[in-house]
């Protein structure tokens, strides 16, 4: 597979801050991770010259952009219609509750158009990625 066939995509809303977009990110990224079936994996585990071993990255680019709550509540509606792509969102819910059971109540007790998303991560065929998110703005500190 070549590097360029697959892509991950994250999207964060523009309206949040930065250390909250860092957390967002960071946990959609374990939840891609987790149930990519290791695919997007490169070499598990990469040796130094000194024998200290470093776990190994994506194999696939990984860019992250913003958007308006919005487009990006349309941009996980779209990814999830498609089956060939992979989709972790993050609703607001998982700042505003505790625990996972917190949230999962949350979650439960909300129809799809009530909840508020924060950012998601979009991972599959480039092309596919990028019919999504091809024309969104890199995410970077104002």
């Known amino acids: 597979m070549n590097y360029e066939d697959k892509k991950i995509v994250g999207i964060v809303a523009s309206n949040v801050e930065p250390a909250v977009a860092l957390n967002v990110i960071g946990h959609l990224a374990i939840s891609i991770g987790k149930y990519s079936n290791d695919e997007i994996m490169g070499k598990p585990v990469i040796a130094d010259k ?17 958007v308006k709550s919005g487009k990006l509540k349309t941009a996980i509606d779209l990814a999830k219609q498609n089956p060939n792509l992979l989709v972790a969102d993050y609703p607001k819910d998982m700042l ?44 970077r500190l104002e």
């Not at 509750?97 to 909840?115: G, P, Q, Y």
């Open 96 to 139: 505003d509750t505790r625990t996972d059971d917190e949230l999962v109540a949350s979650i439960n007790s909300k129809e799809n158009d009530k909840l508020e998303y924060l950012g998601a991560i979009i991972y599959g065929n480039t092309t596919d990625v990028d019919k999504i998110t091809g024309k969104y703005q890199l995410w």
């Open 50 to 66: 000194s024998g200290i071993n470093h776990l190994g990255i994506s194999q696939f680019p990984f860019i992250i952009t913003k």
